[in-house]
């Protein structure tokens, strides 16, 4: 799974579309690349509209405090997520460019 993030948009362009234009370019990205889920901290009802929920990481934990109704995923594969419990670590490994 990938951890995506931070998203912003320069204030005085927000409301035209740029934050979901580029959120639909790392989903679609991630999905070439053969990943099974995204995983973020953000707002729900703006990240709910790409898929993300909070149902999926009811079981996971990340390092350091976090705020679990803001901690989202979005399973690219069916089933990724089912089943996943505990700490957040990270994979070791860079993917190449
Ligand atoms: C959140 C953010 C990335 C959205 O980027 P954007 O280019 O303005 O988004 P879009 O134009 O694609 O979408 C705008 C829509 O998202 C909604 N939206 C924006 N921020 C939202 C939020 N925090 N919660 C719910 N909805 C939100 C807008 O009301 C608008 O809704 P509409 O389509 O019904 O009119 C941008 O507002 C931003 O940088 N905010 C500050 C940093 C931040 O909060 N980052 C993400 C959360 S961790």
Redesign the pocket.
């Known amino acids: 799974a990938l951890l995506l993030?931070?998203?912003?948009?320069?204030?005085a362009?927000?409301?035209?579309?740029?934050?979901?234009?580029?959120?639909r370019a790392a989903i679609g990205e991630a999905t070439r690349r053969g990943h099974g889920a995204i995983l973020?901290?953000?707002?729900a009802?703006?990240?709910e509209?790409f898929g993300f929920f909070a149902d999926k990481t009811q079981h996971l934990m990340m390092p350091g405090p976090f705020e679990r109704g803001?901690f989202l995923a979005l399973e690219l594969k069916s089933g990724w997520l089912e089943g996943a419990a505990g700490m957040l670590v990270a994979a070791g490994r860079r993917l190449s460019a």
């Not at 993030?5 to 204030?11: E, F, K, R, T």
């Open positions: 993030g931070p998203l912003a948009v320069d204030a362009h927000e409301g035209k579309g740029i934050g979901s234009a580029l959120m973020l901290v953000g707002d009802p703006y990240y509209r803001r």
